[in-house]
């Protein structure tokens, strides 16, 4: 059963947009925290954005403070990030990644690191051209 579809990647130059999508199963997404990471090569992954379904409370990295933004569509069992102002330095394979049994049970828990997280997406490249 896939619980996590990405879909939006791609290439664009510095200065321009993308949009990610997250689709999750309904009990993937019900009242749990959704993460966007991204591992750019020979990097480690990091946490770009979270976001808790249930409070809606959102959280950015400071990579993506004032460029990034996570939202969610709880009709649509998504999640987004919008990604402005895009550098070079962005170019990375993005994931959703979400919380399973039991961490996902703590209530609030949204945490960063990416071993926390037992369910991902299958990535989206995101390149970003100077």
């Known amino acids: 059963q896939v619980q996590l579809v990405e879909s939006g990647g791609g290439s664009v130059q510095a200065g321009g947009s993308l949009r990610l999508s997250c689709a999750a199963s309904?009990?993937?997404?019900?009242?749990?925290?959704l993460a966007w990471f991204r591992q750019a090569p020979g990097k480690e992954r990091e946490v770009v954005a979270r976001v808790r379904t249930g409070s809606g409370r959102t959280y950015t990295a400071g990579s993506g403070k004032g460029r990034f933004t996570i939202s969610q569509d709880n009709a649509k069992n998504t999640v987004y990030l919008q990604m402005n102002s895009l550098k070079p330095e962005d170019t990375a394979m993005y994931y959703c990644a979400a919380l399973t049994a039991p961490l996902v049970r703590l209530p609030e828990y949204c945490p960063i690191r990416p071993t926390d997280f037992g369910v991902w997406g299958q990535g989206n490249q995101v390149t970003v051209s100077s």
């Open positions: 309904v009990d993937t997404y019900s009242d749990n925290c």
